[in-house]
């Protein structure tokens, strides 16, 4: 009873998350691999710099990036996926490339409530990460792009403390608790505006965006820094 106890608590410690990746240095989830649960700034750290070339999801939301510190210095390309136990082969711009790789949502729960600001576009750069309401998100850019997660809507606002021009933004599908992508500031009407508080649930006045339509068990990647408008489904 004790020792399952205690490895119980090594296993707690041990693990990051519960959104699972592995990554293959071969096609088809061939090769040498390893298993990845928590945010990664650089795969070098575990010997797995710009060799992955098929990736499986056990569970979960990931994000990927070309460059180190998932592009905060040096936008690039990326991708992003979510869902559970499926494999995939990596497309030509992010093949061999990846350096850096995190998960996005709740560590606990990818379809718990949550709202995840990204300060680039395509979940790049730094992000700030909301269960709740925020009365002000700081002294960062915040508002390149957004996942919501869980089955509660959001509303963005341009100032502090619930001011300002405002939207409302939504999970993919709010009953099945599909998560949101919002790849760019056009996806949630915040073009040339930066994010400064977040509220939980749809207030005011406010145009309502949703979601583009993305599949679960599928990679989404952008052409990389320039070309971030586009989608590759691969
Ligand atoms: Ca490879
Ligand atoms: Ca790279």
Redesign the pocket.
Known sequence: MKLALILCVIALVKSQSNHIIELYDGNSGFGSSVLIDGYVENLSEIGF??VTTSLCIVQGIWLLY??ANFNINAPGASGFNWGINFCQDLPPLLNN???SVRYAGSAWGFQEDALIIYENDWFQSREMYAAADFPSLGRFSYGGSLIVTGQSAWTLYEYPYYTGYRVCVTPLDIVDASPGFYTEPYDFGFAGRVIRSVRKGCWGDRSIYTAIKIEPGKLYSSYGAGHSDSIVNS
Request: proline fraction near 0%; aromatic fraction near 0%.
């Open positions: 710099n710009d070309e460059n490339r990846v350096t």
